[in-house]
């Protein structure tokens, strides 16, 4: 049986023998609070009279299926996710009736009862196949149609979907509340939507509060909606994701040359969202955690307006224009990422979007791409199993990283004009890569064959090294630069870079030489270098032009490590940690040098993103990279920094808040506990800290953690935060308790599959938390004889929240290496994603133990 999977091939063999023309979708929600009523009627045409297909449906039952007026048995033609349909004519009518399941993992129809007002709140997430949850439906992205919906719920809810909401009309019978009420109910009519893929089909039901605006577009005036529970409105700040939503109007209709293609564009921010973001056409999800209850550092605000960007670019990329298959998933997503960074930095007040995306989503991709898992951008997926493994930072950061050096090899004008031509010619249609490379190489003049086999259909990250040779007097006699490539993926790439030269002054390093230069092969001589005065510091991939991991040679490293706040410019001064933190992973500088330079740069840094990647990859230094010997003195030394530059920041500032967040995590010594206790209680504040609902949670985790914050303290703490928020904050507290009895517990919690997916995942944050590493030692064997029960009972989407995130790899050490390589090693019966997902935290693991090694040598 095919179980809930569907390959390739299948797929390319339904769509040659079908084209879709309509789903009319009608919903019943009134039915009780596990299940509803669905109902599809398809309108299609087949190639092959005669032939037979299937259409998918996952629900609990299948009650009637009519083909062209003819009844089929369910017990005959309804096996795991699909109704298989024999003799097919040529023009078909299929009716198929049946009950789905509301879901609380964030899959499918994901239903969620606000504990504040016990309001019932539902939305969709379909991608990558789980529209079939709600209605049956031909799964696949290249089977366009037309989408009418509808619903019947409560009169009192708001109801959106792909097209404008219409005026309901009174249905007969009544809803009962989760208070035990009994509330009239209304159907919904939607009209039906242009031909567009089902899995970026949307609805959205409940009471959600809305503030309206609009915008004007080169199709006209588009409505703008955002939405969120009641409960929250009060902390939606409208004004500044509608500024930031109309600015990337603009900038893609001008760009891309073609109007916005829908109807309207609504933002709805949903409950237990396992993503950032959803791009359905013209009905847009967000997860809550970018309703922001209390202050945010100012990285968070912009990772929002990212987000906002990247999901209005899909709205071309993606939704006017679709991959056929997944295999080109990059071009819906490393393209939405491209946009979004260029329209943040040409069109907002974030003008550093592409040094931002150097410091978080440029290093994620490096680090995606050095693990066992690492694939080409364009990927061979070859079924829905491997889809659900690639949306990484492959598919988002290196595309978008690639992309932006396309663009420097092509030219910005003919590279536009060439997505323009996309556009026009392949609307409301099903794409590959050959497509857009065609219209690319017409505008540019350039074969990007090469280039797309090179950077696209291969995969690894290369390493740039300077070779620098001089005279007496530090004038360059030679340069070059070295390329090497990991041995399992030994492509050397074509790059287009800067190289600049630092001199220090006054304890400044300031560019005097900037040098442009083609990289290809293993070695690429600098002919414009020579001659020149070498200077402090020599900086290859200046400007962050090529996907590539640059070294410092020994000279520069030691003039960087020895003026951390050196650079005046955010950028270099990103390139440098980013440099460093490469060396670190790779075991080529002590784990304890990295804190040293975190330390050191810290003080008077200005720029959100640099501190909070800062502080993110000091934390992980500290924890996993230092040497065991090592490792809990440095902690303590970590947090005591930490500490002396929370007090000596600016009261109220940016920095403040971010450094009082790590050193809470940080804190567990009982200097320390007392510290954050006087905090939290006011009676030792520090000026300027603003200890509101979240920063509560923060202060009280901490004290959690360190013995010190007892089950009681907790359940206080959530009775002043009586919201859903406020009882995935009390799990993480919970879990952080440093006792074998509460680390249990949240084992128990986070693979229960009744448990929500935002409080399994605020449970494991809980857990993972540990002064006392020992507490998690017996989960090594518990977490790997957990595995195949986990994949076989729970859904894809919460087994691998369980797989990573119970995972107890702050142990770090080469048993848990083993522990996991014995278990790949004994080829379980559980999905591929399960193996990648182990196979990457095994990988995680040894690089720790690799750094460990290196850091002990230190001291040697």
Not at 423 to 436: I, P, V, Y
Not at 465 to 472: H, K, Q, S, V
């Amino acid at each position: 049986m095919p179980g809930q999977n569907l390959t390739r091939d299948e797929a390319q063999a339904r769509s040659q023998l079908i084209e879709v023309e309509s789903y009319s979708v009608s919903l019943d929600l009134t039915t009780g609070p596990e299940t509803f009523r669905t109902r599809s009627e398809v309108r299609f045409t087949v190639t092959e009279p005669g032939a037979e297909t299937f259409i998918d449906f996952i629900g609990d039952s299948v009650e009637d299926i009519v083909l062209n007026g003819t009844s089929l048995d369910p017990a005959e033609h309804f096996a795991d996710s699909r109704v298989r349909l024999p003799g097919l004519a040529a023009e078909n009518t299929l009716v198929v009736t049946g009950t789905g399941r509301y879901m609380n993992t964030g899959e499918g129809l994901h239903r969620m009862v606000d504990p504040t007002d016990q309001e019932v709140y539902l939305y969709t997430q379909f991608e990558v196949a789980d529209c079939r949850r709600m209605f049956p439906v031909f799964e696949q992205p290249d089977l366009k149609a037309t989408f009418a919906v509808t619903v019947t719920a409560p009169a009192a809810w708001t109801m959106l979907s792909n097209q404008p909401t219409p005026e309901p009309t009174p249905a007969e019978g009544s809803w009962t509340n989760e208070r035990g009420e009994s509330e009239p109910v209304a159907t919904w009519a939607f009209e039906p939507t242009p031909r567009i893929s089902c899995y970026i089909t949307a609805l959205v039901a409940g009471p959600y509060d809305v503030v309206r605006d609009e915008v004007s577009t080169r199709a006209g005036v588009v409505p703008l909606g955002l939405f969120c529970r009641r409960s929250l409105r009060e902390f939606l700040d409208p004004e500044n994701i509608f500024e930031v939503t109309k600015q990337g109007f603009a900038f893609f209709e001008e760009h891309f040359d073609a109007p916005y293609p829908f109807a309207k564009y609504d933002q709805i921010f949903t409950p237990e969202y396992n993503a950032g973001a959803m791009e359905n056409a013209g009905c847009v999800t967000f997860s809550e955690v970018y309703v922001f209850r209390a202050k945010v550092p100012e990285a968070v605000v912009e990772r929002r307006a990212g987000t906002i960007l990247h999901e209005l670019a899909h709205m071309w990329f993606g939704n006017l224009v679709t991959m056929r298959w997944w295999d080109d998933l990059w071009l819906n997503e490393s393209f939405a990422e491209w946009a979004a960074i260029t329209s943040q930095a040409e069109a907002t007040r974030w003008e550093t979007g592409w040094t931002t995306f150097a410091m978080g989503e440029k290093a994620w991709a490096y680090n995606q791409d050095q693990l066992s898992s690492t694939h080409p951008i364009a990927a061979d997926m070859v079924d829905l199993e491997s889809v659900e493994e690639n949306f990484d930072g492959i598919t988002y950061a290196k595309g978008a990283s690639v992309l932006k050096q396309l663009v420097a090899y092509v030219g910005r004008e003919p590279f536009e004009a060439g997505l323009r031509a996309y556009f026009a010619k392949h609307a409301w249609s099903n794409t590959r890569l050959a497509d857009l490379l065609t219209e690319l190489e017409a505008t540019s003049g350039r074969d990007l064959s090469t280039w797309s086999q090179l950077w696209l259909e291969t995969a690894g990250v290369n390493t740039l090294r300077p070779l620098i040779e001089t005279d007496a007097d530090g004038v360059i006699t030679s340069f070059a630069v070295e390329q090497t490539a990991p041995a399992d993926y030994p492509t050397l790439r074509p790059h287009r870079l800067a190289i600049g030269l630092y001199d220090l002054d006054g304890g400044r390093l300031v560019r005097r030489e900037r040098v442009e230069a083609d990289v290809d092969g293993e070695r690429t001589e600098v002919p414009a270098l020579v001659g020149m005065r070498r200077g402090d510091l020599v900086l290859v991939n200046d400007d962050d032009l090529a996907y590539a991991k640059v070294r410092l040679d020994g000279a520069s490293l030691a003039t960087a490590l020895a003026n951390p706040r050196g650079f005046v410019d955010p950028l270099p001064r990103a390139i440098l940690v980013g440099a460093a933190w490469d060396m670190t992973r790779d075991a080529e500088l002590p784990a304890r040098d990295f804190v040293d330079l975190a330390l050191a740069t810290l003080p008077g840094e200005t720029d959100s993103n640099l501190v909070r990647t800062l502080l993110q990859h000091a934390t992980l230094a500290a924890s996993r990279f230092v040497a065991p010997q090592h490792r809990d003195t440095t902690r303590q030394r970590f947090a005591s920094g930490l500490l002396d530059l929370a007090r000596s920041a600016e009261p109220g500032s940016d920095a403040q808040l971010q450094l009082v967040q790590a050193f809470a995590g940080q804190a567990g010594s009982d200097e320390h506990a007392a510290v954050v206790r006087g905090w939290l209680s006011g009676e030792d504040p520090l000026p300027g800290l603003a200890v509101d609902t979240e920063m509560r949670w923060t202060l009280l985790t901490s004290l959690a953690a360190a013995g010190v914050a007892r089950a009681a303290d907790i359940d206080a703490e959530l009775q002043r935060d009586r919201t859903s928020t406020g009882a995935e904050r009390a799990a993480r507290a919970l879990a952080a308790r440093p006792t074998a009895e509460a680390k249990d517990e949240a084992w128990q919690r986070a693979l229960d599959p009744t448990t929500p997916n935002q409080t399994r995942r605020a449970t494991a944050h809980g857990f993972q938390v540990a002064h006392d590493r020992s507490l998690l030692v017996p989960y090594v064997a518990r977490y790997h004889e957990a595995l195949t029960p986990v994949w076989r009972e729970l859904t894809s989407s919460t087994a691998g929240d369980v797989t990573v995130l119970m995972y107890p790899g702050s142990l770090a050490d080469q048993q848990l290496a083993d522990a996991s390589q014995t278990w790949l090693d004994s080829d379980p019966a559980v999905p591929a994603g399960a193996r990648r997902l182990v196979a990457e935290n095994r990988d995680g693991v040894l690089r720790a133990v690799r750094a460990q090694a290196c850091d002990a040598q230190r001291d040697a």
